[in-house]
Structures are given as C-alpha cells and as structure tokens.
C-alpha cells in the first residue's frame, strides 16, 4: 500500500510527489495518459516540439522559482517576450504602445475610446456580474468591443455576458485604460538610478525544450527516489467508506482492469469527473452540481513552413472575427532548440472549442487545411510553404467560469470536506483557472498536510488581484524558503500594500477616543480647578483662568469648574473625533497611492491570461 496515491501526473499532481519525497513519504503517480506534464506538456513530431498552448515560467512565490531552477538547473532559459495583436488587418504591440495605437486605430477611432471612458467613468454599470459589465467600467464600451469582445468570446464560446465577472476580476488584476495609457506614455517603470526595470513581463523563463521538459525531468527524479508514475491508467472509480477514500480502480490502455490502495489520495481530475468516479455515489443535489460544471475544449494546429523565419513575436493574439483562429504560437522565438531545421519554422494555431463542436471531431488532414487558409488570410504565409502538420487535442483544458459555477464549486466542496483523507488540487481538480505556479503550490500545500500543517488548498489564489503581483508570504525553515500557513489576510483579500498597512495601522474608532479624549479634558479641567479651589491658591487662580479666554464663561470658581466640565469635555470629543477621522482619511488616502504604485509595477497583461 502507497502512503500517498495522487491521480494526475501534470505540474500539481507531480509538484504534490516531490514534495512528499523530501517529506519522507512514499507516493505512486498515477496518469491517464502516456506522456506526463498534463497541459503543461511538450509534444514532439518528427523532432518538431510544441507546447499545448504557451507556458511561460514566471512566478512572484519565491519557493516555485527555486523548485523550477532545482530541477531544471542550466536548462531552465531565460527568453525576450513579444507579441502582438493582430485586428482589422494590422497589428498592435502588447501591451499598448501609445503612438502604434494611435497609428492602427486612428485619431478618430481614439477620440471614440476616450468618450466612451468617460462615459463609463460617469455612468458605470451598477452591476457587475458578466464580465462585460466588469470591463466596460473599466475600459468602457468601445475599447471592450475592439480589443475584447471577439477574442474572448474566440476562448470560451458564449456571449461575455454569459461569463461571470469572477474570471475577469482573479485574472485581470486592478488594470484600467488610465493604467493601459500611462503605460504606454510613460512606458516601463524606472528604478531611482534611471535604469529600466527588466520585469518578468519582459523576459520570462522557459525550459530549453519545451515545458514538458520540466515534468519529464521532474518524473526521473522521483523515480529516482523510489516514486513511480504508471502511466496509461484512468481512474475510472473511487472506493469509499465512512468518511475515508479506501482504493482507487482504474482501466490501462490496453482495457485491463487495475486497483491501487493508498492511506492518503490527492486528485487533480476535473472535479466533475472526480464526482462521478465515487463510490457509493454522492448524494442528488451534489450529482448535478458536477454535471452543471463546464469545460472549454483545445485543440492546436501545428503547420511546418519552409521559412527560416515568419515574424518575431513568441505569439500573436487574433482578434478578427472573420477566422476561428484564435491565438499563434511561434515555437521556434520561445526557444530555437524547439524547431530541428534552422531553414524552417514550426507554429501552433490554437482554436477553442467545446467537444461537441463539429471542428472538434474533423479529420486531421481537414483542421491542417484550415489552418493553412487562415494562416493565408491573414498574410502570415502562403499555403505552398507549408510542407507538414500534425494535430493535437486537449480536452477539458479550461474551467469555465459561467454564472452558475460559484454555486455548483459550494456544493461539491461541502460535500469532499466529508472525506478525511481526500484532496483535490491544480486547475481541474479546484476548477479554478489557475496558471502552473499556483497549481504547483497547492500540489506543495496538499502533501505537507498529510504530515500534519493546516493549509487550505482551495484559498491558493482566491484573491481576485492575483498575477505578477500575487504575493504569498514565506518564512525561512531551515534552508529552504517554504510558505507559511494561509493567514486570513491571505484567504480573504489581496495580499497589496494597502491591505499590509490597513492591517498593521488598523482604522481608529472616532466614536471612542472623541469620547476619551473628551473625558480627560473635562474631567481633567474639573478636577484641577477643584484642587485649585480646595487650596485656595491664589498664585495658580490668575493662570488657570486664562483658559476663559477659550472656554466661553470659564473662571477659577465652583461654577466655572463645572462650566469647563462641560465645555472641555465637549471640545476634546470634538478634538479627538476630528483627529481619528482625519487620520483616518489620511491613512486611507496613503494606501491607494501606494497600491496604484504597485499596480503599475506589477502591471496585469490581459489578453495573456485569456
């Protein structure tokens, strides 16, 4: 019997492995397909190596950035990025350069961007659950329909209406068109000796061939350690009893039929799958919140063109309607070792579908020709450069975030929680669209939970401001950078300066210290004229009385020492409320600078997360 039997070999399922290796505990992998890596994977044709869509390596989680370099070590490069959007017949820079835009689009189209802007500032919607509603505010009506309306409705297949605001707001961090223009004006971020920044959006890392690369070294170094991946085995059922997962059954390729037994089981199935696999079956009501879960289905259209080079860019986003093309990768600028012939160049046309679509289920050879007629249409080649292709599908690869997946995600969750030695991790397993640095810590949280530490898996990424500037705190144990326990602050809201200062400087109640404050000063004032009066000072009198000159009726007697009671106490209330909400604001006022100076650091690049 495994300690730890994980189901899925992609970057969570093996992150999850070797962390339980260091921790000392036996895991089996176990994969339903025969390469690992999950959408994370390379595949190789004729020496051709091509990513299921790009996957850039870059990551703000400083222990996710040593896990790459430990197991990649020199063959982990760092690589320029370009790409552009390509829309109405030209292309644009991305992110938004100022002069091109205005280039592209035209003055007259610009005046329109800018209107509709105010507009929106003016008169946003009240609303903002779609995410046309969250992007119009933002961005306003026109520059959502030119430069995302078509392209994400290419992605996930319905109308943006139909897309909950919750993708927009996890994946388009605090990015408005007044950040998107000051960027383009202003350009990169500077540091105080005027050197330009070179951020990770500029260059970012990627293994030398391929990212499949990173998880085919990763397997060997778990085998290495005594951990198997038996590849080619789909779990097709889940045994429970009393609260505690007991075996796994699953079918290989070949149709035998196979059963693993485990102490603790981590899952990075598609939950709805993960639902269906269980035995005895979950209760109705938790049946159809699987079955409400959606979906988005990918496929990649692979051509070889006999051009030494097509254009500089790592992708090109495509944002006209008239092709269902949606994204190009351009293997050979992410690392050259991606393509064997220097004379030729290999690219990766990338189409969202839903398994039910009639594309979905077209012929190889029907996809390549398609994609030879896009690829012309837009200029890019000539159909008789291309002298091969291939075709690789990737089912489920998107969770879809559509209105009513909050709820259906409520209710499974509620119910796993029962399962006592149960985890679900990565993208699939939470269905959250998580990229693979946050997939990869949940898989480190799961394992160090089987040796006792209390993470919550499912808070990895519930800020609704997570990317480049996503934080997770750390603390040193040992020698190795590790994550600390998720802290309410980090469960709950944005770990950005504003939240760090609102909790270190927490907002003072005026209500208590105007009154405290005013306790003092009065009953102070009181009680001194009454010592005053009691020792018949006549020294002290002439000076105290000075505060009638401040104090309305105030004297040194008995009847003043109740006026100023009175008057003081209701001056210092005065005093002290005014002073809290005074710094208060100021306090508040403090924070916004400071994360607008963050969000403009750590700048969100849309269409990248798309």
Known sequence: MSQVLIIGAGPAGLTAAYEASKLSLQSTLLEADEQVGGLSRTVAYRGYRFDIGGHRFFSNIPLINELWHEILGEDFLLRPRLSRIYYRGSFFKYPLQAVDALTGLGPVEACHILLSYLQAQLFPSKDETNFEQWISNRFGARLYNIFFKTYTQKVWGMPCTE?????????????????????????????????????????????????????????????????????????????????????????????????????????????????????????????????????????????IVKRAALFPDNWLYVHSPEVKLGRIQNYKNWSPEMTPDPLRTSLGLEYFLWDKDEEWHWSQDRLIDLGMRECAQLGLISPSEVEDGTVVRMPKAYPVYDQ???????????????????????????????????????????????????????????????????????????????????????????????????????????????????????????????????????????????????????????????????????????????????????????????????????????????
């Open 163 to 303: 897309i909950s605001a919750d993708w927009a707001a996890q994946r388009i961090k605090n990015l408005s068109l007044y950040e998107a223009l000051r960027n383009a004006l202003l350009g990169a971020e500077r540091a105080q000796n005027g050197q330009i920044i070179t951020t990770l959006i500029e260059q970012f890392h990627y293994p030398r061939l391929g990212p499949g690369m990173m998880w085919e070294r990763c397997e060997e170094r778990l085998a290495a350690r005594g951990t198997a991946t038996i590849r080619g085995v789909r779990v097709e059922r889940i045994r429970h009893q009393r609260g505690c997962v007991v075996s796994v059954y699953g079918r290989t390729i070949a149709g035998e039929k196979v059963e693993f037994d485990g102490k603790h089981f981590i899952s990075t199935m598609p939950l709805r799958d993960l639902v269906y696999a269980l035995d005895p079956v979950p209760p109705d009501s938790v049946l159809r919140a699987a079955n409400r879960l959606r979906y988005r289905d990918y496929l990649t259209v692979v051509l």
């Open 404 to 610: 009513q997946y909050h709820d259906s995600i409520a209710t499974i969750r509620q119910y796993l929680d029962s399962f006592a030695n149960l985890q679900t991790i990565g993208r699939n397993g939470l269905h959250r669209y998580n990229n693979q640095d946050h997939s990869m810590l949940t898989g480190i949280y799961a394992a160090r939970n089987i040796v006792g530490e209390k993470h919550d898996v499912w808070a990895v990424n519930t800020e609704k401001a997570y990317h480049e500037a996503g934080q997770v705190a750390h603390e040193v144990k040992g020698h190795r950078l590790v994550p600390s326990r998720v802290s309410p602050l980090q469960t709950e809201t944005p770990l950005l300066p504003d939240t760090v200062i609102q909790a270190a400087f927490a907002r003072l109640d005026t209500l208590a210290l105007g009154i405290a404050i005013g306790t003092i000063s009065g009953v102070g004032l009181f009680l001194a004229t009454v010592v005053l009066l009691l020792q018949r000072d006549a020294v002290g009198g002439p000076h105290l009385s000075l505060l009638g000159h401040y104090l309305w009726g105030y004297q040194a007697t008995w009847t003043g020492a109740f006026t100023g009671l009175i008057e003081a106490g209701v001056g210092g209330f005065l005093s002290g409320y005014l002073s809290a909400s005074l710094r208060n604001w100021g306090m508040t006022a403090y924070a916004l600078v400071i994360q607008r100076r963050a969000a403009a650091k750590a700048r969100r690049y849309l269409l990248d997360q798309m």
